[in-house]
Structure formats: structure tokens, C-alpha cells
């Protein structure tokens, strides 16, 4: 069973351009996240989806970052225009089920950002 | 959210056991303990999770405290491969939020061969 797949797995960009991540979790997880993890650190939730639906956001900086995920499936995460602080390894996980279960989270190799 | 504290930074000997601890005094009755581990250069994955008794599976063991404030994640063999960031984490099961991953800095073991 092929795992949570993103691309791309490293960029390097400029700051104030625009950035694009792609994520398609397990088949059949309805519960998609993406995390943000900076360096020497663990990884902290931005948002997580329920089938289409971001059921929490609060960790998203709205004012540059946004995110959907269409026909429940593949998701992209965008951060439009980008910072120095922006960079980071951007991780997407997903679960079998939703919140009230216990599943474990399967995490992608993520997405290295480099902003210059 | 309840923490938990776990040393920077461990280092063991190939084929020998480990022992990672992990300290959560201030944990609930509704509080799961989680482990994952972070290989270099991946996302963290998931090794085992308990509530009261202690569990085995196929990569580690979980030894909980009898007053569950403190646990220990158990390596019967470490191999290279397992050199890593540990993570204990602590997920609560009551009310909205039990999705919720909450990771420190965790410990980076290193296995020496």
C-alpha cells in the first residue's frame, strides 16, 4: 500500500513569491493534516480536514497561507507571498477515521522550503 | 494540554536495549500515551500507544508507571536503524480534540555500532 505522497520534496524560493505544496494521503483516510516543523523542532498542526471540510484552522496564518483540499482526496497548501521565517519541512499526515478515534497519523517525507 | 518531558538526547550501543523515558505528571484519566519516532530526513511515524498497562508490539514495548505519571519506551535490540527523534505524546480522548498530536522536541537517540 503506497503511503502519504508529497511533492515537491524540497524548494527553494525567494521571498515574496508564491508556493505551492501537494499532499494525497491514504486511500480511503478521510482525516488529512498538514504540519509545519521547523528546525530542532517537532512538527505543530496548521490544519486539519475531515473529508473536504477544514475543521480546524485556528493554526493557519490566514493572511498568507490557505489551503483545500477538493473532492476530499489531494490537498495543497499554498503561502502566498512567502518569508524568511517561512522556511521549514512542511508535513502531511492522514488517519483512517475521524476524531473520535484514536488512530495513529501516517506522515509523508514532507517538503523542505528554503526562502532566500 | 498535559506535557510531557523527555531528556534532549540518548545514546546506546547496537544490539543492546534502551530505555527512553518520558515524564507526564500533570496527566488525565483520558489521557493516551503515544510514541512516534522521526527517522532522519522522513515524517515522524508511529510506534505504540497505551492508556494504563503495558503493551508490546512488533517494535517496542511500553512500560507505564503505576500512577502513570512517568513511561518508558523500551528497544529490545537497537539497531542503526533505529537511530531517531522519539516523541511521547500525550492525547487526550475526552471532549473534540483527541486528534490532536502535540510533539516536543523529543529525544534524538543515537545507536552507536
Known amino acids: 500500500e503506497a503511503g502519504v505522497v508529497q511533492s515537491p520534496r524540497y524548494k527553494i524560493i525567494e521571498k515574496k513569491q508564491p508556493v505551492a505544496f501537494w499532499c494525497n494521503p491514504i486511500s480511503g483516510h478521510n482525516t488529512l493534516y498538514w504540519y509545519r516543523q521547523n528546525l530542532g523542532q517537532g512538527p505543530e498542526l496548521l490544519i486539519r480536514?475531515?473529508?473536504?471540510?477544514?475543521?480546524?484552522d485556528s493554526q493557519l496564518p490566514k493572511d498568507r497561507f490557505s489551503a483545500e483540499r477538493l473532492k476530499g482526496v489531494d490537498s495543497t497548501l499554498k503561502i502566498q507571498p512567502a518569508e524568511l521565517g517561512d522556511s521549514a519541512v512542511y508535513l502531511c499526515?492522514?488517519?483512517?477515521?475521524?476524531?473520535?478515534?484514536?488512530?495513529?497519523?501516517?506522515f509523508g517525507p514532507g517538503t523542505r522550503l528554503t526562502v532566500l | 494540554d498535559a506535557k510531557t518531558t523527555q531528556p534532549n538526547s540518548m545514546e546506546s550501543n547496537e544490539e543492546e536495549p534502551v530505555h527512553l523515558p518520558c515524564n507526564h505528571s500533570?496527566?488525565?484519566?483520558?489521557?493516551?500515551i503515544h510514541w512516534y519516532r522521526q527517522l532522519p530526513s522522513q515524517g515522524p511515524e508511529y510506534v505504540i500507544h497505551g492508556l494504563t498497562s503495558n503493551v508490546n508490539n512488533r517494535m517496542a514495548s511500553l512500560a507505564i508507571a503505576e500512577d502513570r505519571k512517568s513511561s518508558t519506551l523500551i528497544l529490545h535490540r537497537a539497531t542503526l536503524r533505529d537511530a531517531a527523534v522519539y516523541y511521547c505524546?500525550?492525547?487526550?480522548?475526552?471532549?473534540?480534540?483527541?486528534?490532536?498530536?502535540?510533539f516536543g522536541k523529543g529525544t534524538l537517540l543515537t545507536v552507536n555500532p
Open positions: 500533570t496527566i488525565s484519566g483520558t489521557d493516551y
Open positions: 480536514y475531515e473529508n473536504e471540510e477544514a475543521v480546524d
Open positions: 499526515a492522514s488517519s483512517p477515521r475521524g476524531t473520535r478515534f484514536l488512530d495513529e497519523q501516517f
Open positions: 505524546i500525550l492525547r487526550d480522548i475526552s471532549g473534540g480534540s483527541n486528534y490532536k498530536l502535540t
